[in-house]
């Protein structure tokens, strides 16, 4: 019985597939499900525009956007939180500024139950130990450290009028995969079935927690960098 | 154009296998008293097209920021891949880094690179330098399109990889393999271990000397141990080199350094991380004379000792390793 569970389990995970450019399991009969994943960016509840000046009324500061970028790695989905789908290329390379990167597709059979959405924020240290790598993991992305080995997980740069730096920047170069500065993060999601999931990345939220007035650079792998990334993270709502 | 057709390729240490693809396979040759390789060459098999290629790149300034600086101008071949005579590395517009240009050889065994180990993968170390404001100050997506644009090189990496697209992940498998081929097992040490010579009364003296008191860090037959260690050394007041504590930010490791291979010290002085020492007398006067002040130091050392451990030392210098034309500038390539 457990056996023909197993065997249930394992087809169910072969007939998922991306809209691309994976594709598993077709011609198998079975009708498939499209979903899509998009990330936007916001700020108070409003898409983000890179380069536009925001005002920030509390603290009577100012700030404005300039790169956006990160790694999210093992994407699965989750089933009561038991993975049931775990996506084939094991990371990509969300850019603001190129918005086809903003969507994740995949088409999975109408059957398979799933509920969340997990991945990690951040490249593994298993591929940060590896030689070079290409496609989202080039180093020519620049989103890989020259000075020290690794890779940035989330790079989110700059101006904000509070900033303590010469020219006002401020430059979040969040990384790190070794104790005791593994800055990698978990997010879970709660995702709809079918259709679309906006997934809103408030950052307004993140520059409540962690002013350019205090620290306008993190740019190495440190204890400010861990809390940083989580800080990211919370950022991450679900729209359904 | 074939990359291998403009170059006269001789490598002796390295063994041709046969292939089916048309690509000329290589597999690292290496004396059998050397351990196994660290370096996984099943994730960048070596080719004898990308081999060529690497070994272009490493010779062409186009790598730095204004075309001037190549990774041979710190990294010499007739200085046994070192920077001989500055005590610092130089870099563009007369701007000079802040430590002493590692000698680069048998670096399939290395298991982290630059004096601090601030880089765990031979593949990512050419982003360092390449980087660097003191050295090539270049943006490594600017080189590539720089490479793209060369009219050369897209051939040359189409040799190697089958097509014509220039990535960052070639770019620097490539530069990698030539490094890899970089063995230095070729001195009268290795003559020795090979049964093919013995070594002279004052050398055998200097070879125990050493086996009791270096070989710990320096350990044979690669002579380092690859570890990092305090040196008992005064930290100079102008760099504030804290050492491995830079990217690691532990007490432990302020002030402590990569262990470097004592092969080719004849041809890689200034010694020590900031090339403080131009002779192996001053490196052991530090470190004989009181014994050193760091946890891995040796004994004291008479001065009848030291010039026995020179004497050993010299047997480690590789004049086949230095002077073999297959590591140097490859003239049919990039002559023009």
């Known amino acids: 019985m457990r056996q023909s569970l197993a065997l249930i389990a394992c087809t169910l995970l072969l007939l998922c597939s991306f809209s691309f450019p994976f594709r598993h399991g077709a011609g198998s009969g079975e009708k498939y499900v499209l979903h899509q994943l998009r990330f936007e960016p916001t700020w108070e509840g409003v898409a983000l525009e890179i380069g536009k000046t925001y005002p920030i009324v509390a603290i009577g500061d100012s700030m404005a956007i300039n790169t956006l970028r990160f790694y999210i790695s093992h994407v699965r989905l989750l089933d009561r939180g038991r993975e049931v789908f775990d996506f084939p290329q094991q990371h990509f390379l969300v850019d603001m500024e190129d918005p086809a990167s903003l969507s994740l597709r995949w088409e999975c059979p109408e059957s398979l139950a799933y509920e969340q959405i997990a991945f990690e924020l951040g490249v593994d240290s298993l591929v940060q130990s590896a030689g070079a790598q290409g496609a989202a993991l080039d180093p020519a992305n620049g989103m890989y450290w020259s000075w020290q080995s690794g890779y940035i997980h989330v790079k989110l740069e700059g101006w904000a009028s509070s900033s303590r730096a010469r020219d006002k920047s401020f430059q979040y170069h969040l990384g790190g995969f070794q104790a005791p500065y593994t800055a990698i993060t978990t997010v879970v999601l709660p995702i709809a079935k079918t259709g679309e999931t906006r997934v809103r990345i408030a950052l307004e939220d993140f520059f409540s927690a962690l002013s350019p007035a205090d620290r306008p650079e993190i740019m190495r792998p440190c204890a400010e960098a861990v809390q940083a990334i989580r800080i990211f993270a919370d950022t991450f709502k679900t729209q359904l | 154009m074939k990359i291998l057709r403009k170059i006269p390729f001789f490598l ?6 046969p292939s089916l693809t048309g690509e000329q396979p290589i597999r690292l040759s290496y004396p059998s008293y050397f351990p196994k390789p660290h370096y996984d060459f099943s994730e960048n098999r070596l080719s004898a097209e990308k081999i060529a290629l690497g070994r272009a790149l490493f010779y062409d300034p186009i790598l730095s920021k204004d075309n001037s600086i190549s990774c041979a101008s710190c990294h010499s071949p007739y200085n046994a891949f070192a920077h001989t005579d500055h005590a610092l590395s130089h870099g563009i517009y007369d701007s000079i880094g802040l430590r002493n240009a590692p000698a680069l050889l048998n670096l399939a065994w290395q298991t982290s690179f630059m004096w601090d180990g601030a880089i765990h993968h031979l593949d990512m170390q050419a982003l360092a330098p390449i980087g660097s404001p003191s050295e090539m100050g270049a943006d490594f997506k600017h080189v590539l399109q720089k ?3 060369s009219g050369r090189y897209p051939a040359w990496f189409q040799d190697a990889f089958g097509d014509t697209a220039i990535t960052g992940e070639r770019f620097l498998k490539a530069l990698a393999q030539f490094q890899l081929t970089l063995v230095s097992a070729g001195s009268r040490y290795d003559l020795m271990r090979q049964g093919k010579t013995v070594f002279l009364p004052q050398e055998e003296r200097g070879y125990q000397i050493f086996r009791q008191s270096c070989n710990p860090c320096h350990t044979e037959p690669l002579f380092t141990n690859y570890s990092f260690s305090g040196h008992g050394l005064l930290p100079d007041p102008f760099l504030q080199d804290a050492g491995r504590y830079r990217i690691t930010q532990a007490p432990s490791d302020s002030l402590a350094f990569k262990t470097p291979t004592l092969r080719n010290l004849r041809y890689t002085y200034p010694y020590m991380h900031d090339g403080r020492f131009k002779t192996l007398r001053q490196v052991l006067d530090q470190w004989g004379d009181s014994g050193g ?40 390539l990039l002559a023009n």
């Open chain 2, 12 to 17: 002796p240490l390295l063994a041709l296998l």
């Open chain 2, 147 to 149: 490479l793209r644009a």
């Open chain 2, 293 to 332: 002040a760091g946890a891995h130091t040796p004994a004291v050392l008479e001065a009848g000792q030291k010039a026995d451990l020179i004497a050993f030392l010299r047997t480690l210098n590789d004049s086949a390793f230095v002077f073999n034309p297959d590591f140097h500038f490859p003239k049919a």
